[in-house]
């Protein structure tokens, strides 16, 4: 990836990093109710709202399902 996207990717990562917080907090889930759900550590969903960790695309999938969000790519 060239070093002058990097900041735009960074950037949309950010976004969606708390587009999936804020969905989750709005669905009644804990860190810990969704990770119990997804079978992953409290810790894999607290880095990737912190945007510490890039969900994998399954992965991704799996949160977006599981907290009534719809994922698009326009």
Known sequence: MPAKD???IKK???KLSKAL???RIAE???QESLAEK???SVETIHKIEI???IPSLPMLL???RAIGLKVSLE
């Open 38 to 40: 997804l079978d992953v």
């Open 62 to 64: 799996r949160i977006a």
């Open 28 to 30: 009644g889930h804990t």
């Open 51 to 53: 945007n510490l960790r």
């Open 12 to 14: 949309e990562l950010s």
């Open 21 to 23: 917080k804020e969905k």
């Open 6 to 8: 990097q900041p735009a």
